[in-house]
């Protein structure tokens, strides 16, 4: 191989290296911003995880506490008038 097809073959090389680096680093910014869309969807999915228990649990507390206040009425009441 001569010196011509040599530096040929060198710059080429060299060509593929920087696009390889080129490629590698895109597949870093993508898996960067992937693993963000992740985190980004776990914090979704456990704010929907505490509404859902939210919307259950504060109507069984409401009603628990009005169970307890009428009760707490006609306790009173009884003893008001025997």
């Known amino acids: 191989m001569d010196t011509q097809t040599a530096r040929r073959v060198d710059a080429e090389i060299a060509k593929l290296m920087m696009e390889a680096e080129k490629y590698g680093d895109e597949r870093r910014k993508l898996q960067a911003e992937t693993d963000k869309l992740k985190a980004e969807g776990s914090k979704l999915d456990a704010e929907a995880a505490k509404m859902t228990r939210?919307?259950?649990?504060?109507?069984?507390?409401?009603?628990?506490?009005?169970?307890?206040?009428?009760a707490a009425v006609f306790s009173a009441l009884g003893k008001l008038f025997p």
């Open 54 to 70: 939210e919307t259950f649990l504060y109507p069984l507390f409401i009603g628990a506490g009005l169970v307890g206040a009428g």
